[in-house]
């Protein structure tokens, strides 16, 4: 058919249906391109702007702001050789010497010891385990058989030491090993059981899930202590995740529940504490927020600003990292990929002011007034050019989705200028999630809501412990230690992390 033989106004329909069609075909084969990407490539993000930008024109920035900034790091090829083992590892000492016969030159004079060479190998000893066995002797009178003395017992006995479960084979040891293997390691208790079966100890998997419940539930008031604390900061910050619970009611065991997380508290004690909650609504932040005033960072998730409407002193602080993970996505699959590039571009630089800065040590109020400086004109360029661009990209690509997320953003995404203890992003927060995403690909669901509340008890001690430079596993030992010990609120916050003492 003849397109330009039809009426004006059918031509121009045509036209408006095909323009329609290209920009749909166009925004469908960059999301099966990222689709592909995301499924056979490296999911890092770095030096993403640098490669684009090899094979694509430079963005409109100065060429003077870009020399304060960018700077190109020599390589220096590593020295060949093994790494030194560490120093504070025991050594023992093998002696290889010759023969004493062997010690005498052929001139007939002793040899003498100029020197010697020494080589150094990594010796390992599978985890030790033994029973410890408790005797309590029983003494009795054999004379009155006790009848003498109404206030004292016939038979006496020494009486045990407190423990976190009395008449069980758990110890503190035990017991921080399981679960550290678990929260720490991502090893399952199915895969624990059949480790103990080859050493010849029989410890079930049932078991080992009741002991993290029980643990949870003794441990309850202190994770009570870390979830006030965390709200004694300036800034926390929320981040949530996925996951799959089985026999929670009235729900199949196919539908995703959510894993909760927040991290907050003042500088140098960090709590970082996880929730496990049915949906994903906005009603789950708020136990959160309840007490808190100060800064609340997160991801653009709509959530957080419906639960933020019944907190007007808090202010909502937003996440460059999401913001530059939206363009590195659309640098993939976009044709043309410079503008995207462009967009990385803005916000490398204020990831280096930033890093520029922290490495100062500066006070807070000077920290503050040089972030503002340098970082404040950069913002309000690359506002003027997301305003520009979104008028000449069609939103339903990734570059326009990436555009159109940080416009409607960006109130929130330039808050961190106003708090020293703000960052560009949320990533300390998602960092902290990570490990229970780790977990979830070994062990894949938990079996009932009650083990999805104690594993959250179990991730918000191991990964606080971590924040704040402890070792779990002499962390969580020294906790189950103890917890039966503890009398009063007082004695509880002498277990929280940055109050603790290991010896």
């Known amino acids: ?104 030159c052929a001139c007939g004079a002793e040899l003498v010891r100029i020197g010697e060479e020494i080589s150094e190998r990594i010796k390992v000893v599978p985890e030790q385990m033994w029973v410890e066995r408790t005797i309590r002797p029983k003494y009795a009178c054999k004379t009155c058989e006790g009848s003498g003395d109404e206030d004292k017992p016939a038979v006496r006995i020494a009486p045990t030491a407190p423990t976190i479960f009395p008449k069980s084979i758990v110890t503190p040891e035990l017991l921080a090993f399981l679960l550290v293997n678990k929260y720490v390691d991502h090893l399952p208790f199915y895969r624990q059981e059949k480790r103990f079966e080859r050493i010849g100890i029989s410890i079930s998997r049932q078991d080992m899930s009741n002991w993290q419940r029980q643990a949870y539930e003794a441990l309850i008031i202190l994770l009570e202590l870390m979830k006030e604390h965390l709200k004694t900061g300036s800034v926390m910050q929320m981040d949530e995740t996925r996951i799959q619970v089985h026999n929670e009611p009235d729900r199949p065991a196919t539908r995703n529940s959510y894993m909760w997380l927040a991290r907050g508290g003042p500088p140098g004690q960090v709590a970082i504490l996880y929730e496990y909650h049915e949906t994903r609504g906005s009603k789950n932040i708020r136990s959160f927020l309840d007490g808190f005033s100060g800064y609340l960072q997160t991801d653009g998730y709509e959530a957080y600003v419906t639960a933020l409407k019944d907190y007007p002193d808090i202010i909502h602080a937003g996440c460059f990292a999401h913001a530059r993970r939206k363009f590195f996505d659309a640098s993939r699959v976009s044709k043309k990929p410079g503008s995207a590039a462009e967009g990385l571009k803005y916000i490398q630089k204020l990831y280096l002011i930033e890093n520029e800065l922290r490495a100062k040590n500066l006070s807070e109020p000077e920290f503050l007034a040089e972030r503002k400086k340098k970082a404040e004109p950069l913002l309000a360029k690359f506002s003027s050019w997301l305003e520009k661009r979104q008028h000449n990209v069609v939103p339903s690509t ?21 708090s020293p203890y703000l960052t560009p992003d949320n990533n300390a927060c998602e960092n902290a999630i990570r490990p229970f995403v780790l977990g979830r690909k070994n062990w894949l669901f938990a079996g009932s809501p009650k083990g999805a509340e104690s594993s959250c008890g179990i991730y918000s001690l191991v990964e606080t412990a971590k924040q704040n430079d402890l070792n779990p596993y002499v962390y969580l030992r020294k906790v189950f230690t103890e917890a039966p010990l503890m009398k009063s609120s007082e004695d509880w916050q002498e277990l929280l992390p940055w109050n603790i003492y290991l010896n």
């Open 398 to 418: 990734e570059l326009g989705k990436a555009i159109s997320y940080t416009i409607g953003q960006w109130s929130k995404l330039v808050n961190y200028l106003e």
């Open 1 to 104: 058919m003849d397109v330009e033989k039809l009426p004006e106004e059918v031509q121009q329909y045509i036209k408006d249906i095909e323009r329609k069609w290209a920009t749909k075909y166009q925004a469908l084969e960059e999301r099966f391109k990222l689709e592909l990407f995301k499924k056979y490539n490296r999911s890092s993000e770095k030096d993403t702007a640098a490669q684009i930008l090899l094979f694509d024109s430079e963005p409109d920035i100065a060429p003077e702001e870009e020399s304060e900034t960018q700077k190109v790091e020599s390589y220096t090829k590593k020295k060949p050789g093994r790494k030194k083992i560490n120093e504070n590892l025991p050594r023992e000492e093998i002696l290889i010497d010759i023969p004493e016969e062997e010690k005498k």
